[in-house]
């Protein structure tokens, strides 16, 4: 059941008009989508508590903007047009969309949506960036809660093309519509759920994909580097254009899903996987974080970013999804140009 629009709220600005966008928390995620807002030629305000968040999120658009150059940057695009506000009420005043993406904590995403929605301006629409809580379990003690919800995106943000769009029990729908046209015209491919899942779609793969890892290494059954190569040198290649199931289909030949389904489907149910997560002790905490270091090989961080940052960029150009050559230069509103990362 969702609740009806609440009558008191203004609708917000049409999703094409928008020109001011504040971000509040500005860690990995926040200063992601501070990166991406900016070089799709937003005016961004962006709040954090912590004392050194300014210079962190200043480095971090600094690392990504070459990568968004790129990608091809919006008419009039710049780092310039990131303002850092002193409170959080500064940040989301002259608000026209909000993105949180705050720590992963319940009852701070509850808090936090409330003095949001408090502060914003009304009918405003405020998306979270929570990785899986329901926005109906965080939407309880906002005054407005039909203007909040879920927009789950991909790290890093601004390169990863997904955002995954629900709402809770008390979310407008039309709300809910607003904020998939306008990550659509800011330049994102959306996925708009239509009821609340845990962890939504791609998280409860990647979970799922993520706990067999952990129990791997827990048993000493695979390294750190044998598992990511086993993804980075088999299936991952064909996922970044052909999802999970119709790519199983081709592995049926002729007779596609219906000869997979009657060729494989009794092993099913053979036991290849725990699904059960593993428990996180230190041993397998060490492990994990040692394997990690040795698969670097000595590469940085901010080396392993540039990498990833480029290996994304040739995927989405091989891929037919970034205009040859890059340096497209649009107006945001033309969400239809041709290459549009969707
Ligand atoms: N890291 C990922 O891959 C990923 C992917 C998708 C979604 N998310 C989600 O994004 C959100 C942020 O995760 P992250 O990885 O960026 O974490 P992070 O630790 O890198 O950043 C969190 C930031 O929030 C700030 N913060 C702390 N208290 C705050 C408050 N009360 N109000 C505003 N900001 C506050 C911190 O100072 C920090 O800069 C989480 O909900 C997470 O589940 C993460």
Not at 10 to 30: D, K, L
Not at 242 to 249: D, I, K, N
Not at 259 to 274: A, C, I, Q, V, Y
């Amino acid at each position: 059941m969702t609740a009806p629009p609440s009558a008191s709220s203004p609708a917000p600005r049409p999703p094409e008009a928008v020109r001011r966008v504040a971000c509040v928390g500005a860690g990995v995620i926040g200063g992601g989508w501070v990166a991406h807002f900016l070089a799709r030629g937003y005016d961004v305000t962006a709040w954090d508590p912590a004392p050194d968040a300014e210079e962190k999120l200043r480095r971090l658009v600094d690392a990504a903007w070459p990568a968004l150059e790129q990608l091809g940057l919006a008419e009039g695009a710049s780092p310039t047009r990131l303002t850092v506000a002193p409170t959080l009420q500064d940040a989301v005043a002259g608000a026209e969309f909000v993105q949180e993406s705050a720590p992963e904590k319940l009852e701070l995403k509850r808090s936090l949506l409330a003095e949001l929605d408090a502060a914003a301006p009304p009918g405003v629409v405020i998306a979270s960036s929570t990785s899986g809580y329901p926005m109906s379990d965080m939407q309880g003690e906002a005054a407005d809660p039909g203007r909040l919800l879920v927009g789950h995106p991909f790290n890093p943000p601004y390169l990863i093309p997904l955002v995954e769009v629900v709402g809770g029990r008390s979310t407008d729908p039309e709300a809910v519509a607003w904020a998939s046209r306008f990550y659509e015209v800011a330049g994102k491919s959306v996925i708009t759920m239509d009821r609340e899942l845990p962890g939504f779609i791609a998280n409860r793969l990647q979970e799922a994909l993520w706990r067999e890892a952990l129990h791997m290494v827990a048993n000493g059954e695979a390294s750190v580097r044998d598992i990511d190569d086993s993804i980075t040198e088999g299936p991952g290649l064909r996922w970044a254009f052909m999802g999970p199931c119709l790519t199983f289909a081709l592995a049926g030949g002729e007779g596609g899903m219906a000869h997979m389904l009657d060729h494989f489907g009794p092993s099913l149910k053979s036991p290849w996987t725990r699904l059960e997560a593993p428990e996180l002790d230190s041993a397998l905490r060490d492990a994990m974080v040692d394997g990690c270091d040795e698969a670097a090989g000595g590469r940085s961080i901010a080396q392993l970013v540039a990498e990833r940052d480029q290996g994304v960029i040739d995927v989405l150009r091989a891929t037919g999804r970034l205009p040859h050559g890059g340096g497209r230069h649009t107006d945001r509103g033309d969400a239809t140009v041709e290459g549009e990362t969707r």
